[in-house]
């Protein structure tokens, strides 16, 4: 399977906008630092929430003093609770956009209502007494169904889409995939209402007209996110008949220019597929149907578009947050019979399901 590997994401694939909603680390992994949901933060807590359920009873916040004199000194989880109590804070503003995991909700809620910081230097008797009470709501019944359902959604989208993407190979020798990153210039987007933003990409979309841009894609996917900054914004992935079409430049330009035109100019666009001498792992532009590590990248990246929901998702009344179009039958071609490759395919789609955000 070459060099694949599970600790990378596609970020040519996902490299965003460029705000200070994504940056791109040292070790060429895509994390996400926005204001609206700090999705980094927020894996730190859940990773600590999920440590804490493997204890039959609440740990010990501070352990046992060397010498009577001494402040009894925390323990290694009364310092992480102690970290963490001041980054979940941050979370606030995110509330008002995003809903959040349920142990996440239930660790906000618990570090607001005590103000564990100041406990822990003040008042931990009284600490004790709340955090065995967080402690129980934690590994209730109610908060593991409660989790199951946050996630249900998720898990089928990505299935799905990972379904959908197998259709297309089976059907494509090749695909030509775009990445593109759909937003507003910054003094619009913050004017600009989600019925506007869902027109557009309607707009965007829309294959029934003679001269309409869709009409040459075989397929799409797209994810809806918003940023205080920037407003709502974009992630579109679009599929093109590689037999048909080469050209990565002309194809994403002309996305980037329709766009602009639906948006009367309030519109920009990022094309990630421009900037793919900057990454390590390509997963977009031509990608073959036998290229094994490129289409484990491709998925990779791809998961992007339904993984963040895990954490965190975006509060919208009447609306999606992701959506992917039906694929299109090739009348001239049978359909390609499964083989040792599709079930290879099927363990990198699981094998991507199962590893960590």
Known sequence: MGSYKRDYIDVDSINALRDDCYYVTDDNVLSASHPAINVEMCKKILVFLNGLSKYKKPPLLEADAKNKFDIYPLTAVGKKLKELSLLAVELTEARKHYKLHPKIELFYQFIIKTEVYMMLQSNRALLYSYWSDFYSKLKSESTIIAVLNFTKGPEKNYRSLCDYVSSLFNTYARLLVLRIDLSYKSEDGKLISLEEVVAHRNALLNNARKDSLAKSWVGYAWRLEFAPKTGYHYHLVVFLDGSKYKSEYT????????????TEGKGR??????????????????????????????IKALAYLTKADKIAKLTLKHHRAFGKSCVKKNKTKMGRKRSKFDKFWDDIVTFNHHSPL
């Open 251 to 262: 194809h994403s330009e002309n996305i980037r220019q329709e766009w602009k035109k639906i």
């Open 269 to 298: 666009a990022y094309l990630c597929n421009l900037k793919t001498q900057q990454y390590r792992f390509i997963g977009i532009g031509m990608v073959d149907y036998h290229d094994v590590s490129k289409r484990g990248y491709l």
